[in-house]
């Protein structure tokens, strides 16, 4: 049975996903630059494409079948049985075809001599497609503190592993063992939590009536993954193996905010809107609520790293990465522009609007590929994050638009309400950045620059926010309020 889906349901599950994010986060922002220091960007790179060719594959094998296991009313062990069946048989099919072709696929994507990294990370495939059935049970019962207990572990394991083994000189084979640690902890911990034994029990019927689902989502998600994925397929392509590797590092700094936020809030959103989708009005303050905190949250830690990224590239990654701060500035500020558009997948998904959100994604992809592949091409890697941030700034508008009109609302003032916490965020960081570029001309070290400019900035952007959004913190501590009120338990009889 489904759980009764409620303030404090929710809650509670984003609290668990956010401990969960926040912990890996903690040991991302140590382990990362202590590999950045010991590893090569050539190393980077080979790493980073063998890892996205598998990720899509396993996108593709996947098929969006567990992801129709979660907004599927009711659902009985065979058809859990037939959609696990499913994923391992097209892992098997996809591995293979991997492996074989690794050689051709590394050079094709500007890794020439990856090949035997892609064919061993091949082997991964399976046991990522393995655990989609469990992760799909834990989300539907909306137990997302049993997930975030394995989360942390994993990836903790994971990462510690790859610094000892780095340290030690394995080179880029410590980053590789380090995703098949984490991957096979998770997958042992998904069976644990849910309980969930595969048998074999197959049903064609049961799968084909997921697919209508499935399908348009998968779509969706292979158009997302090439939105989010061809910027370092371009780069290696046209601009090098070492150029990849420095956006690669890079991106994965940077997005260790989008994961303590967006990986938190979008697994358990996306079940929530699923059990709400009926109730419209409801559905749509879950939408504009779930947005506007995004923007309030993300959006200033993102333009800070904008902000501070001179300085920080040299503290975090070392002298030999430092030429690579415009990448990583660009990066954050790219992926702060996106910020009130966090929400609409899970919630085009959750409603049941898979078919909007393949469109959609067709005509992000085709945008985002073709703007950074111009940079690219006219003016190399700093210029390529430049285009890539124009074109996030179009997919703001045309997204809000489109999921704006998709339920039904005005556009323009709710555009403008939505995206008010992200105009305050930028102008901070703007005079965050003014305020580092003089302290640097008055020879304040690095560490100087990173500390003086984010206290200003935190304490400017909490001004920003009680002057433009009392509204929406008044909302939010009534909620917290309501909250609490419910929690304590009442007087004795």
Excluded at 44 to 52: H, M, T
Excluded at 147 to 167: K, P, Q, T
Excluded at 258 to 287: K, W
Aim: aromatic fraction near 12%; charge should be positive; glycine fraction near 8%.
């Amino acid at each position: 049975m489904a759980p009764v889906i409620s303030f404090r349901t929710v809650t509670n599950n984003v609290g668990w996903s956010i401990l969960s994010k926040t912990s890996t986060f903690g040991l991302k922002f140590v382990t990362v630059p202590i590999l950045a220091r010991l590893l090569s960007p050539e190393e980077f790179g080979i790493v980073a494409v063998a890892q996205l060719v598998v990720l899509f594959l396993t996108m593709v094998g996947g098929a969006g079948l567990a992801a129709a296991l979660v907004v599927e009313r009711t659902h009985d062990e065979k058809t859990v049985h037939s959609v696990f069946c499913t994923n391992f048989a097209m892992a098997i099919v996809m591995a293979l075809a991997l492996f074989v072709f690794a050689e051709p696929l590394a050079t094709m994507m500007g890794a020439p001599g990856g090949g035997v990294v892609v064919q061993v990370m091949a082997l991964i495939i399976p046991i990522l497609l393995c655990g989609d059935v469990a992760y799909a049970l834990l989300a539907r019962r909306m137990a997302f503190d049993k997930d975030a207990f394995w989360s942390v572990l994993s990836e903790s394991a994971g990462a510690l592993c790859a610094v000892a083994l780095a340290l030690t000189g394995w080179g880029l084979w410590a980053l590789v063992a380090q995703l098949f640690l984490s991957a096979f902890l998770r997958l042992g911990g998904l069976f644990y939590a849910t309980g969930y034994r595969p048998r074999f029990m197959f049903s064609f019927a049961r799968v084909r009536a997921l697919w209508r689902y499935s399908a348009s989502l998968m779509g969706s998600e292979i158009f997302n993954f090439i939105t989010f994925q061809s910027p370092l397929v371009i780069v290696s392509r046209f601009l090098g193996i070492a150029e990849a590797g420095a956006y690669s590092a890079a991106n994965r700094f940077a997005s260790i905010p989008n994961q303590v936020v967006l990986a938190a809030l979008m697994g358990v959103l996306f079940p929530t809107f699923s059990h709400i989708a009926d109730d419209r009005e409801r559905r749509t303050r879950a939408l504009f609520l779930s947005t506007q905190v995004c923007s309030l949250v993300l959006a200033p830690m993102m333009f800070g790293i904008w902000a501070i990224a001179e300085p920080g590239m040299y503290v975090i990654f070392g002298r030999q990465w430092a030429w690579a701060w415009p990448v990583l500035g660009l990066l954050a500020l790219s992926k702060g522009i996106l910020a009130p558009c966090s929400t609409y997948i899970p919630y085009l998904k959750g409603v049941g609007k898979s078919h909007v959100l393949w469109w959609v994604a067709v005509a992000r992809a085709v945008l985002v590929s073709a703007a950074v592949a111009y940079g690219a091409i006219s003016g190399g890697l700093v210029q390529a994050m430049i285009w890539l941030c124009i074109s996030n700034a179009a997919t703001l508008v045309f997204y809000c638009w489109t999921v704006f009109r998709t339920d039904e609302i005005p556009f323009l003032r709710n555009f403008l309400v939505t995206c008010r916490p992200m105009a305050s965020a930028f102008a901070m960081a703007v005079a965050v950045r003014f305020l580092v570029d003089e302290l640097r001309e008055s020879d304040f070290g690095p560490v100087a620059q990173i500390a003086i400019g984010g206290a200003a900035g935190s304490m400017l952007y909490a001004t920003l926010i009680l002057l433009t959004e009392r509204a929406l913190l008044r909302d939010l501590f009534g909620m917290v309020a309501k909250f609490r009120n419910r929690a304590q338990p009442g007087p004795a009889s």
